[in-house]
């Protein structure tokens, strides 16, 4: 089955600096890649994502990239600000779901 | 605040009693799901429904059972749990049941057994 690693598990920026989280997956199918991110007490919420025939996608402050060739991909979120602060899921999906392992980020003001 | 709805938020129960978490959704999804999540890991799919009918149930113990009586609610019946049971279960439901759709999830029930 499909097996997605994330790096880093956690990640502190200073407010206004970028971050970025990487996410390798294994199963060279896999053709749809989103992100999610959740708050304490909350369910996950996608914030963005891309399919296999598309390399980068961006909304406001925050882009995906995706390398096919390589099976990685990764969150670009620029110009942080303390709502940002979360943890923070890639997937990838063949038939169903699989989630990497989550980064918490925390944002210092 | 999240289009997919779950209740109870909370919920308490000893290891012999039944209860259900329900899950409502009104985007119009003919796909609905429920996922387990553990502290400080990812969620986990249990089960897959599509069009109303169950297609995916991946090993889930039978003291969980699924129920979708209409597109819009999803419900999971408890029975019989044990404490390693006690998790976030998350509903989410998706436009379709093909993995391109992007999935929507509720804001989860929080499970204690005791």
């Known amino acids: 089955g499909e097996n997605v690693e994330q790096h880093p598990s956690t990640l502190s920026v200073q407010e206004g600096d970028s971050a970025v989280i990487k996410c390798t997956y294994s199963?060279?199918?896999?053709?749809?890649f989103p992100w999610y991110k959740q708050e304490l007490g909350k369910g996950p919420q996608l914030i963005i994502d891309?399919?296999?025939?598309?390399g980068e996608k961006k909304d406001q402050r925050i882009a995906v990239t995706l390398n096919k060739t390589a099976k990685h991909f990764s969150l670009h979120i620029t110009e942080t600000q303390p709502e940002d602060s979360a943890v923070y899921f890639c997937?990838?999906?063949?038939?169903?779901?699989?989630f990497g392992t989550g980064t918490r980020l925390t944002i210092i003001p | 605040d999240t289009e997919v709805t779950q209740t109870p938020k909370h919920l308490v129960m000893g290891m012999t009693n039944k209860k259900s978490l329900k899950c409502e959704q009104h985007?119009?999804?003919?796909?609905m799901y429920w996922y387990k999540q553990k502290a400080k890991k990812p969620p986990e799919l249990m089960f897959v429904?599509?069009?109303?009918?169950?297609?995916i149930n991946e090993s889930v113990p039978s003291r969980f059972s699924p129920e979708c009586p209409n597109s819009s609610l999803l419900n999971l019946h408890l029975h019989a749990l044990q404490p390693e049971d006690s998790a976030l279960y998350l509903c989410?439901?998706?436009?379709?049941?093909?993995?391109?759709?992007?999935?929507?999830f509720g804001d989860g029930t929080r499970l204690s057994i005791l």
């Open positions: 989410a439901s998706s436009q379709g049941s093909q993995e391109y759709q992007p999935q929507h």
């Open positions: 199963d060279s199918a896999s053709n749809y």
């Open positions: 891309i399919r296999s025939n598309v």
């Open positions: 997937a990838a999906a063949w038939g169903k779901l699989t």
């Open positions: 985007m119009g999804h003919r796909a």
């Open positions: 429904y599509s069009y109303e009918k169950l297609s």
